[in-house]
């Protein structure tokens, strides 16, 4: 069986999706998620794109073990630069070049002749070998641009010392059958493309971005561009799981495999879904929370039977378990370190106790302590960032006879800053009470509210995103009171706010109110 390159772009296309914005240390968490779950590239960022970017580029080259490093940069000696100071560090560093050849681009975006890009090809790959014995191409547009230009594109970029060579779905356009007979065309127009990595990307327009990726598998490219979850510019790229999935459950028809620990599919879904603050939709293939579920009757009946009924794969084999241990309130230490390791979370000491306090505080509340709550309680330990604002006291008064209105107490330091407000409903009232303690004026931008499971007692799940000045905020926060995980969630992307800002954040030193 053939083997098929997972190159991971959850970090650099997948943030391009709208809305999102990690920091240095969420990209390092989710870095070490794709490391453990055996990718073969990371590409970690853009670095010539923002200071952050290239932070977060340099700071995955130095730290993360094992898949190949990328960092994204256009045909221009500026970008490549960049993108070799972020990977001085990195083992095996990767500098992934581009550029549009695409008659469209290159007439409307680029305005040049294809003679000039064919040039460019040849300087920047040239130019990114100076640095480094690994450098990937792609012509982006590849599936509109002309066949016979892209291949002297492909052959100039392998003359000049790329290694891999990509052929993107940039705008979703292609078909299966259509992007088959690209790849066939290009194995066997262009002179020594069997020797390097050939590389599939597809973006997820018209819903193809996984057909198309397979399809050009099975016309042999080797290495194929994914994000977890299907992040990505627009409608997304092709979803990481469900690719992998996809041929571990039908070698018998791709005869193809990966080196991906598949097991810990689950777990990274769920980080990145957290940490990006993007929902993953409950009936999503492999990690939509209906992924496994049987409703109908008659589905009930067959599972029950013999699994293989209705389930062509095992929730295990993407890392869901049926759980030996439910936690209560009577649960000690021992039991909930138990539960960390099986749940594969591997938190220091102080993570831990923090973890188990709040644990206990949740079980006061709820009779059985799950999985799910588990895991939504642990993420918040998972990238902790220092707290510049707590939430200390909460009191709202609402009904439909009456003015919401909300108090509110954070801390900042020593200082305990208390406020009041009225508003539309209890969450505006809360929200307009905090800004005013905080001092910091946000635009509140998008308010989401799951249950993390069923139950009346279910923990509430808020993912809020804030903007000031044209950069956005994501925070979470849980509690079996909405309006609790509510200010929560406000809170911690405030803090995310001041942590990237510097504490100067504007106006934080008000002294009115001050209690
Ligand atoms: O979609 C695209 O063409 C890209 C390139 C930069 C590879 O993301
Ligand atoms: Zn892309």
């Given at each position: 069986m053939s083997r098929v390159y997972i190159f991971d772009t959850t970090l650099r296309d997948g943030e391009q999706t709208p809305g999102i914005s990690l920091n240095v240390e969420e990209k390092l968490e989710i870095a070490r998620q794709l490391a453990k779950l055996q990718v073969?590239?990371?590409?970690?960022?853009?670095?010539?794109?923002s200071p952050g970017d290239f932070a977060a580029t340099a700071a995955i080259a130095a730290e993360i073990q094992g898949p190949v490093i990328a960092a994204l940069a256009r045909a221009t000696v500026k970008d490549i630069e960049a993108a070799a100071a972020a990977l001085q560090e990195a083992k095996n560093p990767l500098i992934h070049t581009f550029i549009a050849t695409s008659p469209i681009h290159m007439e409307y975006k680029l305005r040049k002749q294809p003679a000039e890009v064919l040039r460019m090809v040849e300087e920047a790959v040239k130019g990114a070998r100076q640095f480094v014995d690994d450098v990937e191409f792609s012509a982006e547009d590849a599936t509109r641009s002309d066949l016979v230009f892209l291949a002297e594109v492909v052959s100039t970029a392998i003359a000049a010392g790329a290694t891999r060579i990509n052929v993107p779905d940039t705008v979703g356009y292609t078909t299966p059958g259509e992007y088959r007979r690209l790849i066939r065309y290009l194995k066997e127009h262009v002179a020594g493309i069997d020797g390097i990595q050939l590389s599939v990307h597809c973006h997820n327009d018209l819903g193809m971005a996984v057909a198309n990726s397979l399809a050009a598998l099975e016309a042999g490219a080797t290495q194929v561009e994914c994000t977890i979850n299907g992040l990505g510019e627009r409608a997304g790229n092709a979803s990481l799981e469900e690719i992998v999935m996809a041929l571990a459950t039908r070698q018998d028809t791709y005869g193809l495999h990966t080196e991906i620990v598949t097991e810990h599919i689950y777990r990274t879904s769920h980080l990145v879904s957290a940490l990006t603050g993007v929902p993953v939709q409950p009936n999503k293939a492999i990690v939509g929370n209906n992924a496994f579920a049987h409703e109908s009757g008659i589905h009930q009946d067959g599972f029950l039977k013999a699994r293989s009924t209705y389930e062509i794969m095992t929730p295990q084999s993407i890392g869901l378990h049926q759980s030996r241990l439910v936690l209560g309130k009577h649960s000690g230490r021992h039991a909930f370190r138990e539960k960390l390791k099986e749940l594969g979370y591997n938190l220091s000491e102080q993570d831990t106790e923090q973890a188990f306090q709040r644990f206990i505080a949740l079980a006061d509340k709820k009779k059985e302590v799950s999985d799910r709550d588990l895991d939504a309680l642990l993420k918040e330990e998972l990238?902790?960032?220092?707290?510049?604002?707590?939430?200390d006291y909460i009191h709202i008064s609402s009904g439909n006879q009456t003015v919401p209105t909300a108090t509110v107490r954070l801390t900042r330091g020593e200082r305990g800053i208390a406020e009041a407000a009225c508003g539309s409903g209890p969450v505006d009232a809360v929200y307009r009470a905090i800004d005013r303690a905080s001092g910091i004026p946000v635009q509140l931008e998008s308010y989401a509210l799951q249950a993390v499971t069923g139950g009346k007692d279910a923990l509430g799940e808020v993912t809020v995103r804030i903007s000031d000045n044209g950069s956005s905020y994501t925070g979470r926060g849980i509690s079996t009171d909405i309006i609790e995980a509510s200010a929560r969630a406000y809170v911690h992307a405030l803090n995310k706010l001041v942590y990237q800002k510097g504490p100067d954040s504007k106006n934080v030193a008000r002294q009115e109110g001050d209690v």
């Open positions: 073969d590239v990371i590409e970690a960022g853009f670095p010539i794109a990238v902790a960032i220092p707290e510049s604002f707590t939430l």
